[in-house]
C-alpha cells in the first residue's frame, strides 16, 4: 500500500514538473521570509539575509543536477530573498515616529486632501514643527479637521495639533495600525486644534509632489461633482467606484454593503483595474482594425497592449494608487505584457510574478487583507480557467476533425451554461478567500454567492464604462447624464443589498482564530490552485483538517486591556464580555467584540454588574472574584485589598496584594495584554513580547517609576508622556482594497 502511494505521489511530482507547476511556489517561499521579518524580535542586519539568500542561489547552481538539493536550495534562496526585501524596505522608508502626545504647531504641505460630509481627514508633509527636534520630526502626519477647510491638497499650511503615537494592537496578535503607519510614513496621527492657515513656504515642492497634490485636486473636484449630481450614499458610491475617495459614504451604508458581503465595490480592486485594461484593449484594437491596412500589416494586438497598460497607470494614479490597486496594476500590466510577447495572458504564472513584485516592492503588503483576499481570488478564477481550458481541449481531442462534438453545447444552453460558469467561478473565488476574511474580519456573509454575481454585473454594465466615459466628459462639462446613469446602477445594487443584509443569517460571527490557523489553510489553497494532479491537490485535506483544529481552539481571553490601561473587557458569569471604560475607545471595544465573535456595538456592550466612580470602576469575573480599574491614585489602598485583578495607567505600589497587576510599567513593556483564568491561575498574553524593539514598535526606554512601599502614601502617576496614553487612537478599519 505505501509502496504504491509512493509510486503514485512519485508520478504526479513528475507530471507537475513537466508543466513546470514548483515554480509557482516561489511567491509563496519569498512571503514566508517576509513573514519571518515580521515576526523577529529585534531588527537584523540589513546585508545578512541577501548574504545568505545569495549563497543558497549558489548552492542550487553547483547541485542542480540533483533535483531534491536543487529545489530546496532555490526554496531557500526565495525565503531569504523575501527577508531581505522586507528588511531593504524597512531601511529605505525609515522615518521619525512621535513617542508620545504633543501638542505641536507644525508647517507642511498638504499631500492629500479627502472631504468629508462635515469636516476632512488629510495628509501634512511636515517641513516644520517648533516643539519638535528636526531628528525626531515625522516625515508626513495624518490630521482630522471637524470643519470643512477652504485649502486643498498642495496647500503650504500652519497648524495646532493634537498628535499622538500611532495606535498599536488593541489586543494580543490584532490588527497593528502602528506597523501600517510605519511603512507609510505617518509618523502621527491627530487633530487640528483650531483652523488651517495658509502660509510661505521656505521652497516650493518638488515635481513629484506638485503633481501628487494635482491629481489629488482633480480627484476630489470629481469626487465632489459625482456625489452632487447623484446625491446620498448612492453618489457617495459612485465617487468611491470613480476616483477611490471613499469618506463621503455614511456608516450605515458601509455597514449595509459590509453585511451583503459586497463592500469590495467601494474599493479600487482587480476587478474595476481588469475592466478597465479590458475596454481600453478591445476598443483600441476594434478602433485599429477599422483599417484594412493597419489590420494585415501591423501588430494591432501588440498596440491595443500598450494602450490599455497606459490606461491602466493612469487609472491607478487617478484612483490614488493604493496598496490594493498598485497591486492589481501589477497584475493587468503583467498580463498585457504577456499578449505584448504573445503568450497566454491568463496564467498562474503571472500571477506568480505578480505576487513577486509586489513582494519586492512593498512586502509588508501581505500582511493585509488586501493583498490576501485578491490573490485568493484571482488565483481561484484562474485554476477554475486552467481547468475549463484542459477541458476544452480533451473535448477537442475526442471530437471528429479535433472538433467538439456537433451539439455538445447548443445555443439554447449558451446562457445558462455561462451564468453556471458564473457562478461556480464565484462559488470558488469566495470558498478561496473566507479562510482570510474569518481571520481578517472575523464574520463570513453567506448570500456572497447572490450578492457578488449582481455586483459584477452592474460594475461592467454601469460603472466602470461610465467612470471612463464621464471622465473623459468632466472637462468639457458633459457629464451630468452619465452620473446619473452610473448612480441608477448603484442604487440598484444598494436595494439589492438591503434585501441581502436583512435576511436570516447574512452576516456569520466568528471568534479570532489561532495565529497558525491561517497559515495552514493558506498553505491548503495554495495547494489546491497550484497543483494540477488529484494526488498532490488532495494534500490540501490535512493541512484544511489542521487549519480548522488550529481556528476552532483560538484565544479565548477572560480580561483584555488596552495599551493605555484604561479600557478594559472582562467576561461576566454569562460567557459574555463587557467593557470597562474611563474613556471612550469605541475602536478597541469593536475589536475586542468581533474578535470574540459576538455581534452589537461597543457602546451596548458595558459590563453586568459593574460600579463606578471617580476613583474608579468595580466588576466581578466570572468566578465571582473582583477586577479593579483604577483611575485615581486614592483608589489603591482599598483596591489592591480586595480585588483579584487591578488594572490602571498608574503605577502601582510595590506591597499590592492583587493576584495580578497590570499597571503603566508592564503596559508599557507589553502592549495590549489578555489574561485567561484557569484552575485559579491566570495565563497572561501581551501584544509584544519584553524583547521586542522594532522600528514601528521599539523598546520603551528604561525608565524608573518610583513606588511607595505602603498604600497609604501616594505613588507616582503615570503622565501621559509616560505611557503613550493615546496610542489606541482609533485608526482606520483594515478593509479588503
Sequence with gaps: MWRDLRARTAAAFEIELDQRRPFLWLPAAAGSGVLLYMGAAREPPLLLPGLIGVVFAMLAVVGRRRRWLFASCVGLAAVFAGFF????????????????????????????????????????????????????????????????????????????????????????????????AYFSRIGAVGSVLGGLTVATPASPPDFALSAATAIDRLRNALARRVFAIVGGDAGAIAAAMVTGKRDFLSEDARELIRE????????????????????????????????????????????????????????????????????ALFMTLIMLGSVLV???????????????????????????????????????LVAVYEARVAAASKLRQSGPSGRPPPGSITSPWRALSGLRHLLFATLCATTATASFMAYNFHELSPYVLIGNPLTLALIELFAVPGALIGTVLYPLGLDGPVWVYV????????????????????????????????????????????????????????????????????PHYDVIVAPTGDIVAVRGSDGRLG????????????????????????????????????????????????????LQIDAFEEDCARAAVIVSRLAAPKNCKAAVV??????????????????????????????????????????????????????????DEDTGSGANAPPEPAAAE
Design 85 to 180: 526585501s522586507a528588511t531593504w524596505r524597512t531601511a529605505r522608508i525609515a522615518a521619525p515616529v512621535l513617542d508620545h502626545i504633543r501638542i505641536v504647531h507644525l508647517t507642511g504641505f498638504i499631500e492629500q486632501m479627502d472631504f468629508r460630509r462635515t469636516g476632512a481627514r488629510f495628509l501634512l508633509r511636515v517641513a516644520g514643527a517648533s516643539e519638535l527636534a528636526p531628528g525626531a520630526m515625522p516625515y508626513r502626519v495624518r490630521l482630522t479637521i471637524k470643519r470643512t477647510p477652504e485649502v486643498e491638497a498642495g496647500a503650504f499650511v500652519a497648524v495646532t495639533a493634537r498628535l499622538l503615537p500611532p495606535a498599536h494592537a488593541a489586543l494580543p496578535g490584532g490588527y497593528d495600525f502602528a506597523r501600517d
Design 260 to 327: 451583503a458581503g459586497i463592500f469590495h465595490i467601494i474599493t479600487i480592486s482587480g476587478v474595476q483595474m481588469t475592466l478597465v485594461a479590458g475596454i481600453l484593449f478591445v476598443a483600441a484594437r476594434r478602433l485599429l482594425a477599422l483599417s484594412r491596412t493597419l489590420a494585415l500589416h501591423y501588430p494591432i494586438k501588440a498596440w491595443a497592449a500598450v494602450v490599455a497598460m497606459l490606461g491602466a497607470i493612469g487609472y491607478d494614479i487617478m484612483t490614488g494608487s493604493r496598496i490594493g490597486t498598485q497591486r
Design 342 to 380: 504573445g503568450r497566454r495572458a491568463f496564467t498562474m504564472r503571472n500571477l506568480a510574478y505578480a505576487a513577486l513584485a509586489v513582494i519586492a516592492v512593498e512586502p509588508e503588503a501581505i500582511l493585509g487583507a488586501s493583498f490576501q483576499l485578491s490573490f485568493a481570488a484571482v488565483a481561484a
Design 487 to 554: 448612480g441608477a446602477g448603484i442604487k440598484f445594487i444598494i436595494w439589492i443589498a438591503g434585501y441581502i443584509a436583512a435576511a436570516p443569517g447574512s452576516t456569520l460571527h466568528l471568534d479570532a482564530f489561532a495565529p497558525s490557523a491561517i497559515l495552514f489553510l493558506s498553505l491548503a489553497v495554495l495547494s489546491l490552485v497550484i497543483w494540477r494532479t488529484p494526488a498532490l491537490r488532495l494534500t490540501a485535506l490535512p493541512l484544511v483538517a489542521i487549519g480548522l483544529w488550529a481556528a476552532a481552539s483560538g
Design 579 to 630: 467593557i470597562l471604560a474611563a474613556r471612550a475607545n469605541d475602536f478597541a471595544a469593536q475589536q475586542w467584540l468581533s474578535a470574540d465573535g459576538e455581534e452589537g456595538l461597543a457602546g451596548d456592550a458595558g459590563a453586568r454588574d459593574a460600579r463606578c466612580d471617580r476613583l474608579g470602576c468595580v466588576a466581578r469575573l466570572a468566578d465571582g472574584r473582583a477586577l479593579s480599574l483604577v
Design 662 to 719: 497590570i499597571d503603566a510599567e508592564r503596559l508599557g513593556r507589553g502592549g495590549a495584554t489578555a489574561l485567561t483564568f484557569a484552575d485559579g491561575t491566570a495565563a497572561v498574553a501581551t501584544a509584544r513580547t519584553d524583547q521586542a524593539d522594532r522600528p514601528w514598535s521599539p523598546a520603551p526606554p528604561p525608565r524608573k517609576a518610583w513606588r511607595p512601599e505602603g498604600s497609604s502614601t501616594k505613588p507616582e502617576a503615570a503622565s
